[in-house]
């Protein structure tokens, strides 16, 4: 099992930048895929990021790609979403998920581990 921490969400001017964090506990971290997901009010969960075990690959979103980074440092047991020129439409609540698996997913179903989640608004 893995506990997950979300922190560093608020409020923020569109344009503006917020940098995302999601603590994990155990001994295996860097033995998990992680990824980021959101659900704003009324609609469903939404992909958002990915990363693999090592770091080399990456996955995002249409909608965030070029805004978004997605990171993590092993050695901290944690993994980051830098998020830049945000927009309204990125109001929601994100959350983390890991998974214990080589590769990367973009799919909720694939993700047994999640956090609690941190509120992030964009205010126009």
């Known amino acids: 099992q893995v506990q997950l921490v979300e922190s560093g969400g608020g409020l923020v001017q569109a344009g503006g930048s917020l940098r995302l964090s999601c603590a994990a506990s155990?001994?295996?971290?860097?033995?998990?895929?992680m990824g980021w997901f959101r659900q704003a009010p009324g609609k469903e969960r939404e992909f958002v990021a990915a990363?693999?075990?090592?770091?080399?690959?990456?996955s995002y979103a249409d909608s965030v790609k070029g805004r978004f980074t997605i990171s993590r440092d092993n050695a901290k047991t944690t993994a980051y979403l830098h998020m830049n020129s945000l927009k309204p439409e990125d109001t929601a609540v994100y959350c983390c998920?890991?998974?214990?698996?080589?590769?990367?997913?973009?799919?909720?179903?694939?993700?047994?581990?999640w956090g609690q989640g941190t509120q992030v608004t964009v205010s126009s």
């Open positions: 998920a890991a998974r214990k698996s080589f590769l990367i997913s973009d799919y909720t179903s694939d993700y047994p581990y």
């Open positions: 155990g001994r295996t971290f860097s033995s998990y895929a």
């Open positions: 990363i693999n075990w090592r770091g080399e690959s990456t």
